[in-house]
């Protein structure tokens, strides 16, 4: 019997590379997306890297009546909640509009979702639940503070799908905590195309090295760290979709919070040199001041969801940024090409 399984947000960034492996594990997939950060030309890549077709169903998740008409025509049996805006600095000058979107989204799919009787969820957390940490790996029973609207947005809905969990014991829900994503897929044909000047280190120096943009600036190279430069538990987005495959398996009646990442660190100067080696191009870098709200070393302890989930992320930082730039160079300009 095959599960039908409701993706949204599965033309973005991390929501297309699950989508990918969904198909190739023999779910049916419904992806809902209102295409605002995303693209449909994700959507076609994925049926043909899955080699299914994928029910396409552009909905703007805050409606609710458009929700509920997803659920009507499709048989979903679970459910994998990617969709929703996380822009950083967006969210500090715009705190409504994340709010409303974020929460009122989750709230709608959480309604329908018991409405129709479907009550396997896998949710798209953060690490940046956690805010600046005070011990280094973070576990998942650090404390959650985070410094930012958009960091809030992803507590509080954590925090409705515990109590929605407590209050109905039929509820089974993984929340999923990621730390930093990148990477592509092995083909090249998918990956991270960030709108506008892009917010995160790895997109950017990929401009870089295809020549879209002139140098990186390093936020930064006096931070209490081996080369001064930020530290993060970047995590390759294939190993992390077969986290969220591993999550689906394994849901549990309530709900329970999970770190993805690799346990490893890795420095800007790092990621720029290696990036340098797998590209052969130059990236010019010039050290600026911190940014703010930065932090200087994010790690994740990751055994209890390699314990749980019986998942571990494999990829190497080489690997990851030998496939964003496969991704990047036949794609100078992202889907738009
Ligand atoms: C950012 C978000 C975080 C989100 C995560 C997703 C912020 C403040 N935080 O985290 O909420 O969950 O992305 O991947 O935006 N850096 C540079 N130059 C650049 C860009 C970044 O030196 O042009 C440095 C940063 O200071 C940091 C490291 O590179 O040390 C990684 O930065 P980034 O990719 O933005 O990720 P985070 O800041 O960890």
Same mark, same amino acid.
Request: hydrophobic letters at 40%; zero cysteines; charged letters at 20%.
């Given at each position: 019997m095959t599960r039908t399984i409701l993706v949204? %947000?599965?033309?973005? *960034?991390?929501?297309?590379?699950?989508s990918v492996l969904l198909l190739q594990r023999g779910f049916d997939i419904v992806i809902a997306d209102d295409l605002s950060n995303s693209s449909l030309r994700a959507v076609e890549t994925i049926e043909v890297l899955g080699d299914r077709r994928v029910a396409f169903e552009e909905v703007d998740l805050t409606d609710q009546a458009a929700v509920a008409g997803v659920f009507d025509r499709h048989p979903i049996e679970g459910v994998i909640h990617f969709a929703g805006v996380k822009a950083v600095g967006e969210s500090v000058q715009e705190p409504l509009r994340y709010y409303r979107t974020n929460l009122t989204s989750a709230m709608n799919l959480? $309604?329908?979702?018991?409405?129709?009787?479907?009550? $396997?969820?896998?949710?798209?957390?953060?690490?940046? !639940? *956690? %805010?600046?940490?005070?011990?280094?790996?973070?576990?998942?029973s650090a404390p959650t503070r985070p410094t930012n609207p958009y960091g809030r947005t992803k507590l509080m809905i954590e925090d409705i799908c515990r109590d929605v969990a407590r209050a109905d014991r039929r509820w089974r829900i993984n929340l999923l905590r990621y730390f930093n994503p990148i990477g592509a897929h092995s083909s090249g044909d998918l990956g991270e195309d960030p709108r506008g000047?892009? +917010?995160?280190?790895?997109?950017? =120096?990929? #401009?870089?090295? =295809?020549?879209? &943009? #002139? #140098? /990186?600036? !390093?936020?930064? +190279?006096?931070?209490?760290?081996?080369?001064?430069?930020? /530290? &993060?538990? *970047?995590?390759? /987005?294939?190993?992390?979709?077969e986290g969220h495959l591993a999550a689906l398996d394994h849901l549990e009646t309530g709900c329970d919070e999970l770190n993805l990442g690799t346990g490893h %660190?890795?420095?800007?100067?790092? /990621?720029?040199?290696?990036?340098? +080696?797998?590209? %052969?191009?130059?990236?010019?870098?010039? =050290?600026v001041d911190r940014r703010a709200g930065d932090i200087a070393c994010s790690l994740a302890e990751v055994s209890k969801a390699n314990r749980r989930l019986d998942w571990r992320a494999d990829r190497n930082l080489e690997v990851m940024l030998s496939d964003a730039w496969r991704w990047q160079s036949k794609h100078p300009e992202g889907y738009g090409d």
């Open positions: 949204t %947000g599965g033309a973005g *960034y991390i929501g297309s590379h699950t959480l $309604d329908e979702m018991a409405a129709h009787e479907v009550w $396997d969820l896998v949710f798209s957390s953060s690490a940046t !639940v *956690y %805010g600046d940490p005070e011990m280094l790996p973070i576990d998942e000047i892009p +917010n995160n280190l790895v997109p950017f =120096v990929m #401009q870089v090295a =295809v020549g879209r &943009r #002139q #140098q /990186v600036e !390093v936020f930064g +190279n006096d931070w209490d760290t081996p080369d001064g430069t930020g /530290v &993060r538990d *970047y995590i390759h /987005v294939l190993d992390l979709a %660190g890795a420095s800007v100067f790092e /990621v720029i040199k290696t990036t340098e +080696n797998v590209s %052969g191009k130059a990236i010019p870098f010039e =050290v």
